[in-house]
């Protein structure tokens, strides 16, 4: 790789580590961000004992102190995660984790119904079941094929285990609020994006 291009992608891996931290910083400060805000109400929400509870509790906006270790911790994982690979090895694990990590979204839309009417999950639709298997299939097709040459348990054990924390979450959440909400949509593919760096970080060069 010419020398210009390498020094590019480290500055970038620099710049999207700052971007993490700066992350940090704001969930702390606001925790206004769809995904920032799922992953604080998936900590606290379903653990109420009643399913309307558990509702009125993720509705509110403000931050509790399980919520913000709970975005604290998420961070510093994808941090400490990123920081183990070099500016082109981050560059595609980053982009394969966010493409199966989103495309992991639609399995709640199609398997659960959103508890809210007039919510972002509301919003978002239906998808068919044709849908649902393209969009996960083009995800993981994309994870696949950008860490080809990374290891062969990097390339089968990270699409697969993030597939698996988003499949685990959807239905965790399904039996205590009896569905989803674009929020918790946000906790779900925040999961899966965490437990793809987190396996790659381990396969990858290991």
């Known amino acids: 790789m010419p020398p210009m291009a390498m020094e590019w992608l480290q500055r970038w891996n620099f710049i999207e580590r700052a971007r993490l931290e700066r992350q940090l910083w704001e969930a ?3 925790g206004e961000d769809l995904d920032v805000r799922g992953m604080r109400e ?20 403000r ?6 270790l709970a975005l604290a911790l998420t961070v510093l994982i994808k941090v400490a ?22 495309a992991a979204i ?7 119904s959103p508890v809210h009417t007039d919510g972002l999950g509301a919003q978002a639709g239906k998808p068919t079941d044709n849908d649902v298997w393209l969009t996960i299939g083009i995800g993981a097709a994309v994870a696949f094929l950008l860490l ?3 290891g062969f348990f990097a390339v089968v054990l990270a699409p697969l ?14 039996e205590r609020i009896g569905g989803y909400t674009g929020d918790t949509l946000g906790a779900v593919q925040q999961k899966a994006e965490t437990v793809f760096l987190v396996v790659a970080a381990l396969t990858i060069g290991n």
Not at 42 to 61: Q, T, W
Not at 106 to 112: D, T, V
Not at 163 to 168: E, G, H, P, S, V
């Open 28 to 30: 702390f400060e606001r």
């Open 148 to 150: 080809l040459g990374k």
């Open 42 to 61: 998936h900590v606290y929400g379903p653990h109420a004992l009643e399913a309307p509870r558990r509702l009125e509790i993720m509705r509110d906006s």
């Open 106 to 112: 639609a399995y709640p839309l199609l398997a659960f």
């Open 81 to 102: 995660c990123l920081a183990q690979f070099g500016g082109a090895t981050g560059l595609v694990v980053l982009i394969g984790a966010h493409a199966i990590s989103r």
């Open 63 to 68: 931050n509790g102190t399980f919520g913000v």
């Open 161 to 174: 285990a993030a597939l698996a924390a988003a499949w685990f979450a959807a239905r965790w959440i399904a």
